[in-house]
């Protein structure tokens, strides 16, 4: 499949180490956060989201932290595997507007 | 598999045509979104469709232009076609109009190359 974002950040983690993957987004009016994997050849997958009244919400192998003061977003992902190697996407919307993607982090594990 | 198809999955063209771009929504979503990811970028969002009208606009250019149809199935066409617009082109569809809670699922994408 194509490469998608040959010059993203990189992440790389030991297969079994916890990953973080940050991201900044620019509007203070945005109040729902996705987080989206994408995988080489294939669309962005579904992850995890977050309301702006909440901190923290967890899935399973996954917890997404929002600090709104500094406008900040993470994705930590629990005893990283080799099938957790893709491109991670943040995602914000203030409302009923379209989504804005950032600009995605390359996560590699090494076995 | 997201349930959202996308069709065809590659297409090579020369500068100057045009390209019609088919996707097929899962099924009871009535939002189609159409985003454009290039080498080096995040995805851009190009536009979108609700129940077959146009519900918001994003970074499309005007050689381009989409519509959904009855049956919800959408159309991505892109006429005059230039190098620059190689690129991923990836449909999405919701349950509702988008917003808070609407996740956006995926399809495959089709692969644009301008030759």
């Known amino acids: 499949g194509e490469s998608v974002g040959l010059h993203l950040p990189t992440l790389s983690v030991q297969e079994g180490d916890n990953s973080i993957i940050n991201c900044a987004y620019s509007?203070?009016?945005?109040?729902?956060f996705i987080w989206y994997k994408q995988e080489s050849g294939k669309g962005p997958q579904f992850i995890i989201d977050?309301?702006?009244?909440?901190d923290k919400r967890q899935g399973q192998r996954v917890t997404v932290l929002l600090n709104k003061t500094v406008k900040h977003l993470s994705l930590q992902i629990a005893a990283t595997q080799p099938g957790d190697s893709a491109v991670y996407f943040c995602?914000?919307?203030?409302?009923?507007?379209?989504?804005?993607f950032g600009k995605g982090t390359r996560l590699s594990v090494i076995a | 598999d997201s349930g959202v198809t996308q069709t065809p999955k590659h297409l090579i063209t020369a500068t100057g045509q045009r390209v019609t771009l088919r996707c097929s929504p899962r099924?009871?979503?009535?939002?189609v979104y159409w985003y454009q990811q290039s080498l080096d970028q995040g995805l851009q969002f190009l536009i979108q469709?609700?129940?077959?009208?146009?519900?918001a606009k994003g970074n499309i250019l005007e050689r381009f232009s989409a519509q959904q149809f009855p049956d919800l199935h959408s159309e991505l066409n892109l006429s005059s076609l230039e190098l620059g617009d190689s690129a991923l082109y990836f449909c999405?569809?919701?349950?509702?109009?988008?917003?808070?809670?609407?996740?956006?699922?995926f399809g495959p994408g089709t692969r644009l190359t301008v030759l």
């Open positions: 999405a569809s919701s349950v509702a109009g988008g917003g808070e809670s609407d996740t956006q699922y």
């Open positions: 509007n203070s009016a945005s109040d729902y």
């Open positions: 995602a914000e919307t203030p409302g009923n507007t379209p989504l804005v």
């Open positions: 469709y609700y129940n077959g009208e146009e519900r």
């Open positions: 977050i309301r702006s009244n909440m």
């Open positions: 099924s009871g979503d009535l939002s």
